[in-house]
């Protein structure tokens, strides 16, 4: 797509579950013009932040970085909240019970990238 449709200046997938650390610049056949594609993988390990200056002709790429979302990452106190109130809300509806709260079940799971133990 990068290569053949004019006017992208930035393609940012999620789709293909590829883990891209440095973007990649696809020069355009039909104009010559260059679009960067980025993508931070899949279900949220990764979120890709790239810093842009932008003009009146353009833009240039200041930065680009792949950033783990571990728990480096601080919360945000009022997502938390907000998450916090929803658990509580659907954990004390007696149609769901502690579905969040307590391991409900276990099963080992393997993907073509990681393999991980996952209790839901």
Known sequence: MAATIPAIDIIVGGHSHTLIHQYIAVQNMVTGDTTYVLQAHWGGPHIGKMT????????????????????????????????????????????????????????LIYFKFFQQDMAL
Request: proline share 7%.
């Open 52 to 107: 842009l200056e932008v003009s009146g002709r353009g833009f240039n790429i200041l930065d680009y970085q792949m950033i783990p979302i571990d728990d480096n990452v601080p919360e945000e106190p009022t997502t938390a909240a907000t998450i916090a109130s929803l658990i509580s809300a659907i954990e004390s509806d007696i149609r769901y019970g502690p579905v969040y709260s307590q391991v409900i079940w276990w099963r």
